[in-house]
T-cell receptor, first 113, second 111 residues
């Protein structure tokens, strides 16, 4: 199993541009999450999903959108990128049936200039 | 909503010493408390977790204690080694396994 994979690894955006961060998991997990981690800080939840077709906001959803059309994929969309969105973005997944451990992807480092 | 505070922000110990990191949470409904280790440039990795129906859990050199009444939980690392150097995050979960993270503790273990 590859676990949780994310693309791209790095990206530089100009202010006002848009992009989609991709996240895929092959563990058949029901729950998926997007976090952002600013330098020297903990992770903050942006959006989460408890299954295909179901998404909800986390702590810091403004400026982002998500969709969950399949169990495996949970893309994060940034519209009109702003310097405040410069961060490292982690996708994670967990199983509803077993322990609550969340498995994290390798992260995407995004810089908005 | 849930708020998690973590102390200290940095911790320096000598190899072989013990290290203790403490967290407090605000939401009494939180029922799951994981600890993650994050090395520079890497993803967070779960090292130990505890549920609200358990007061203590141990895994080799690592232990976690939970005091539900006081709403705080702690990570204890014994016989620290240089490879324990990293940033450690506590977190608390309420529904749907959503995690609220502390701000992290940078642990430095000197040989």
């Amino acid at each position: 199993n590859a676990g949780v994979t994310q693309t791209p690894k790095f990206r530089i955006l100009k202010i006002g541009q848009s992009m989609t961060l991709q996240c895929t998991q092959d563990m058949n997990h029901n729950y998926m999450y997007w976090y952002r981690q600013d330098p020297g800080m903990g992770l903050k939840l942006i959006y989460y999903s408890v299954g295909a077709g179901i998404t909800d906001k986390g702590e810091v959803p403004n400026g982002y959108n998500v969709s969950r059309s399949t169990t495996e994929d949970f893309p994060l969309r940034l519209e009109l990128a702003a310097p405040s969105q410069t961060s490292v973005y982690f996708c994670a997944s967990s199983s509803r049936e077993f322990d609550n451990e969340q498995f994290f992807g390798p992260g995407t480092r995004l810089t908005v200039l | 909503g849930e708020n998690v505070e973590q102390h200290p922000s940095t911790l320096s110990v000598q190899e072989g010493d013990s290290a203790v990191i403490k967290c407090t949470y605000s939401d009494s409904a939180s029922n799951y408390f994981p600890w993650y280790k994050q090395e520079l440039g890497k993803r967070p990795q779960l090292i130990i977790d505890i549920r609200s129906n358990v007061g203590e859990k141990k895994d080799q050199r690592i232990a976690v204690t939970l005091n539900k009444t006081a709403k705080h939980f702690s990570l204890h690392i014994t016989e620290t080694q240089p490879e324990d150097s990293a940033v450690y995050f506590c977190a608390a979960s309420t529904g749907f396994q959503k995690l609220v993270f502390g701000t992290g503790t940078r642990l430095l273990v000197s040989p």
